[in-house]
Each structure stands twice: as C-alpha cells, then as structure tokens.
C-alpha cells in the first residue's frame, strides 16, 4: 500500500455526467444520465467542483466499468475517484464486481470517496453475508491502490474492520462539502403554518412502508407543499406517463398520474442538482426519507428532517448530526411525522456546528491521497460556480398535464429525431449483417481439407480417431 502518492493532474471521476454537460429532459431520461437516481448527481458534482483546481482537470468516466478500459485509463489519467452511496448491498454485487475487475487492471491511485453498506437500521450485517466476498476483492483493489477508503458513517466502518480492513476512515459523503466549510441552514420562520411551503420525498419503498399516509395527511394540511422524486422511473412516469416499470404499480407514489398531487403540479424530479438546489431555496422546510433529497434541501439553506429507514441515512445522519426520526416510528404514529412537529424538534446546532471539523478531516484524507482541492488550492470553487451560471439548465420534470400544442413540441420533436437516428442505425446494421453473411457463405464455399476431415470426425466419432492414429492396427 503506497504512503507516499504524486499529485493527481488529471483526475477521471465515476459520475453519470459533467457538471457542465447540458441534457434535454428527453435525452437526459433516455441516456439515464442520473444512473437511475438523481441523487447520484448530489455528490458526483460536488466532488467535481472539490477536485477541480487550477491544476487539475476533472473528466467524467460515466457509471460503467470497462475492464478493458484500463490501458486507456493508466495512460491517460494520475487518478481514479470513485464516489459511491450504498454500493455494499446485495443488489449491486454485479456492479461492484465490475468495478473490481477494472480497478485490479489500474496502475494509478483509486480513491473512493463515502462508500455505505445498506442494511437496517439495527445495523445487522447478516444480510450482507453474501456479498462479503465481493466487498472484501473490492476493498483489497482499492487499498492497494490508496492509502485508505473512505466510508460514510459508523455502521460501515465496523463492517469492514470486523472483514480485517484498518485503513478505512469516516468521511461522510462529498455532497454536504460542496460549499466547503460553508454551511448555513436556520430556520427562516418561527413555525410552520398551513401556508407554509413544504417539500416530502421519498422511495417506493418507503411509500410502501407506510409513507404514503404521512404524504397524504400532510397534502390536506399543508395546500403549498410539492414532492421530489428521485428515481428515473418518476421521472419517466412525469414526463412521458410511462408505467411500463415495476415501480408504476406504486400507486401511492405522487409521481403516478392516479395521484391527486401529480394532477395539482405538485410533483418535480431534477435532473441537475443546480436547479433542484435553487428551487428549494425558496421552501420553508424538508422532510421524507430521500437522504439526497433532503441534503439538498440543507445545501439550499433550508431546514430539513431525515425520516431514515435503513443504515445508509441513518449512519450519514449520525455522522454529520442531521435532525432524523426513524421510518418505523413515524410510521407506527403518523401524526409525529406533521412538518410542524419536526420542524419544531429539529436542531440544527450540530450540524452547523461540527460542519467545519468535518470537512477539514475530508480535505485530510484527500491529502492523504495525494487529492488537491478547490478549497485550499484553489479559487473556491469560484470559477466552477461561474462557468455553471453561464449555463441554462432545463428545469425540473414536472407531471405531463398539458395537451396544447406547445407542450407537445418538444417531446414529439425528439421521438422524430430518434426514429431518423435509428433509422440510420437500423440501415447501418443490415449492411453489416449482409457483409457478414457473404462472407461466410465465400468461407464455406471455398475448398477445404480441414472442413472434410472435421466433418468426416464429427460423423464417425471414436473409430474414426482411432483409424487415424500413427501405428494403431485395425482388428
């Protein structure tokens, strides 16, 4: 395990897409650019504007992991950042073996910046006895790479060191660092009232737990409050209707077209942290059980509450001191979960407080691995919050309600571009394909005497063998 690391200059980051990089709404949900989960792009883009110095380039990689890759990658780049939520779950072995076998081929350093295990919030490990030898070739390729991993709270640190891992320290998650040491969230009002406005989030899981009666007592008291999707199939459900997903039977999900919220607009899923960001600027609270849903809530300034159903909210929350109330419990009493109540209990003192200890041992253990950052090597982050403003994103998804013209345009102007582009892709194949057939009938015209003998061996099997044997004498 090297102690001693060069300065990484150009840096190649997992994320699903630059900062920088503009998307439609149609071409973004096409691609998935948000790797099925818009809150991957909270602490992608943080960590891009964090490594982005005067001497460093930042390139996105995209999700995927190309073994094959790896020569490119070790020529190319000094380093490999790996920002990662709950990879440690038996639903993404696949992926983490991927990103195992790349890593493995890599001469360069790897970082892996807030990595989780995902399991209840008693913090049993037994469902992740599986995926233990996964977990266990992934953290041996990356420390062999830097000189530690970094994990996102308590739960995760016990479970590799119980696994023999010692170099493993408790980072949190990049996205809460996306201002640096800067991190100013109070409560704009004395109290909630009906008038207030109000953002809820949550999975389909957590809706199926029973979140989907805290959603709706809080629409009839609350006239002003909207809900943040995260997951592509909410988008897709907003944007197209599509229901073709599992989670389209989910019909307690404010984004299914049968909700009363998606009739009223009162449902978005952002595709760009910037504008989800700066929409809840202008909320009075948070709350639901989305970790990114809520840190970007936080992010903005506004007051938020974590309702954390498994370890990987529930040791971020601890970690960072975030105002938290356990799913199950609110569930068992929904009336604890009304906005005014947790707004009332929330404590935002730790949070605030402790934010700058914690991002000083952030930017320690990215000296450690020879990581600079904008913060203290840079502007700030300045130029990145800059070229970001030069840029205009789409707004947010919100719930196709609209039959005018106008509001067709867009979509119906994409579906032509794609048919003529698979059109072209569907042309371009056929002549391959005819290429290829025409040179395997050539192939099997042509004489051959290794074709006769195989075939010949293929009809009299053994005997034939044995006939063709040097010195074998027939009976």
């Not at 360069?108 to 995926?131: E, F, N, W």
């Not at 704009?188 to 109000?198: G, H, V």
């Amino acid at each position: 395990m090297p102690h001693t690391v060069r300065r990484a200059k150009r840096i190649l980051l997992r994320s699903g897409k630059s900062p920088y990089d503009v998307v439609s709404l149609e071409e973004a949900l096409h691609r998935d650019v948000i790797a099925t989960n818009a809150g991957n792009l909270i602490f992608s883009d943080a960590a891009h504007k964090i490594l982005e110095t005067p001497d460093n380039e930042v390139v996105s990689n995209g999700i995927g992991a190309d073994a094959s890759a790896a020569a490119r990658i070790n020529e190319e780049y000094d380093a490999f950042v790996v920002p990662l939520a709950n990879a440690f779950r038996p639903s993404f072995e696949g992926g983490l073996n991927r990103l195992t076998r790349l890593i493995s081929r890599l001469k360069i350093p790897v970082v892996v910046l807030g990595v989780g295990a995902q399991t209840g919030v008693s913090y049993d490990p037994a469902r992740l006895k599986r995926i233990e030898p996964a977990v266990r070739d992934f953290c041996a390729a990356v420390l062999d790479r830097s000189a530690s991993i970094g994990v996102r709270g308590e739960f995760t640190e016990q479970y590799l060191k119980d696994m023999g891992f010692r170099d493993v320290e408790v980072i949190g998650c990049p996205s809460l660092f996306l201002n640096g040491s800067r991190l100013d969230v109070h409560k704009r009002a004395p109290e909630l009232t009906p008038d207030s406005r109000i953002a809820v989030n949550g999975s389909h899981t957590a809706v199926k737990a029973g979140l989907d009666e805290i959603i709706t007592r809080t629409h009839r008291r609350y006239p002003d409050l909207r809900f943040v999707g995260q997951n592509l199939s909410d988008a897709r459900q907003l944007h197209w209707r599509d229901l073709s997903d599992p989670n389209g039977k989910v019909t307690g999900m404010p984004t299914h077209p049968d909700h009363p919220m998606y009739g009223e607009d009162k449902v978005r899923v952002y595709i760009d942290p910037v504008t989800w960001i700066g929409d809840l600027r202008g909320f009075d609270f948070s709350f639901g059980s989305r970790i990114h849903g809520n840190i970007a809530a936080l992010l903005a300034g506004t007051p938020a509450t974590v309702l954390c159903g498994d370890s990987r909210t529930l040791e971020l929350c601890r970690y960072f001191d975030i105002p938290y109330r356990r799913l199950d419990q609110v569930v068992e009493d929904p009336e604890s979960a009304d906005p005014a109540r947790l707004y009332e209990q929330a404590d935002f003192t730790g949070l605030v407080g402790g934010h700058r200890e914690r991002f000083e041992r952030f930017t320690a253990f990215l000296d450690k691995n020879g990581l600079e950052n904008t913060f203290t090597h840079g502007d700030g982050g300045a130029a990145f919050e800059e070229r970001i403003r030069a840029l205009t994103f789409p707004p947010g998804v919100r719930p196709w309600l609209d039959a005018d013209a106008a509001s067709l345009l867009s979509r119906m102007s994409w579906l032509h571009r794609r048919v003529g582009e698979l059109t072209l892709d569907n042309t371009q194949l056929k002549r391959e394909l005819a290429r290829a057939r025409a040179g395997a009938k050539a192939a099997a015209a042509a004489p051959s005497t290794t074709s006769v003998y195989r075939r010949a061996r293929r009809a009299m099997g053994r005997p034939l063998r044995r006939a063709l044997q040097p010195g074998r004498q027939q009976n």
